[in-house]
């Protein structure tokens, strides 16, 4: 079996997720990769067939969408070029992890295709989401990667095609510890912003993930650490808590190690609020975005006794193999749970 996997490159939560996901799709036959997007800070450790710079996202450095510079990165004649050369006909199974240029391709060239990710959660209205709805939000997290099926990933199984998160093999097989420091991992502020905040907190250490730092430093009680796999993991088993965007994937990892967390959501990213929502009904501690008031926030939430979390139903393998059997023809025997599939 030939496949394509389409996955979004912007930011680093679906990138970590296809590398958990590659082993086992490989069961199924030969992979190709479509990356698109241009502001991951994660390399995929996988051959990439097809590159392309997408619709990326950017950021200020104070918590939000940069807006102009995202305008100014799009350019209409590449994208209608990628899709007419993108060739997903010669494709058994294309499975598209919100990425537009595939979805794109396969309605001009009407080949199926499956949207799996977090992002085709939001297909049901069961899913979780802000009270204060946003309707050109609705309308992109529906319409930016269409396809002829869904399989969504949430932080709790909303509908009969939502699943559980896809988490990173390093964090299933840990130990969770309290080494006492604070992780930070907020890429929509730089590093300036981030120490304003962090500075007043002195009794507090951080390691903060930074999109701006080449190696790492120390700046009194504040760390700063470039992005890489596995340096996050080791600090995200071993902090007390952790300050995140609310973005998906590390949430999702903080839940599992029941580690505590305040997740502030992008400011203009609807998926982001919609995902404050989720994990403020799971008892997450979620902020509009850092100002005047965090060292108050941050203080009533780290003495807080109370450390929400959720078991997770099913494992990585357990997930592709759904996946396989809802979108393929192939013909096999898929008892859900397996007793080695499943963990609690």
Not at 23 to 30: A, C, D, I, N, R
Not at 90 to 109: G, H, M, P, Q
Not at 164 to 186: C, F, M, W
Not at 308 to 323: D, G, H
Request: hydrophobic share 35%.
């Amino acid at each position: 079996m030939n496949i394509l996997y389409s996955i979004q490159a912007t930011g680093n939560g679906h990138i970590s997720r296809a590398m958990e996901l590659l082993p086992y799709l490989e069961k199924f036959g030969k992979i190709d990769i479509f990356l698109s997007g241009a502001n991951s800070t994660l390399s995929l450790d996988a051959p990439i067939t097809y590159r392309s710079k997408g619709l990326s996202l950017y950021y200020t450095c104070e918590g939000s969408l940069n807006y102009w510079k995202m305008m100014r990165n799009i350019s209409p004649l590449r994208i209608r070029k990628e899709v007419q050369d993108l060739p997903v006909e010669k494709y058994d199974l294309v499975i598209n992890d919100f990425e537009c240029i595939t979805s794109l391709a396969c309605a001009r060239k009407k080949v199926p295709s499956v949207n799996f990710g977090h992002q085709a959660s939001f297909l049901s209205d069961k899913t979780p989401r802000p009270e204060k709805m946003n309707k050109t939000g609705e309308w992109i997290l529906k319409n930016y990667a269409r396809a002829s099926q869904y399989i969504g990933l949430h932080f709790e199984c909303y509908d009969d095609f939502i699943f559980s998160p896809v988490i990173k093999e390093d964090i299933l097989q840990a130990t969770p510890r309290n080494d006492g420091h604070i992780t930070v991992y907020l890429p929509s502020y730089c590093d300036n912003q981030l120490t304003r905040f962090l500075q007043p907190l002195k009794d507090h250490r951080f390691q903060v993930f930074s999109k701006d730092a080449k190696e790492r430093k120390t700046e009194g009680h504040i760390t700063f650490i470039p992005v890489n796999k596995h340096d996050f993991n080791e600090s995200l088993i071993s902090c007390h808590g952790i300050v995140c965007g609310a973005g998906f994937e590390t949430p999702a990892e903080a839940l599992h190690l029941k580690k505590k967390m305040i997740a502030i959501p992008i400011k203009g990213q609807y998926e982001q609020q919609c995902n404050a929502a989720a994990l403020e009904k799971i008892g997450i501690r979620t902020l509009d975005k850092l100002d005047d008031d965090f060292t108050d926030n941050f203080n009533n939430w780290v003495n807080d006794p109370e450390t929400p979390s959720v078991s997770y139903q099913y494992s990585t393998e357990a997930i592709v193999n759904m996946l396989m059997y809802r979108c393929t023809n192939l013909q096999y025997e898929l008892e859900i749970p397996y007793p080695d599939l499943v963990f609690n």
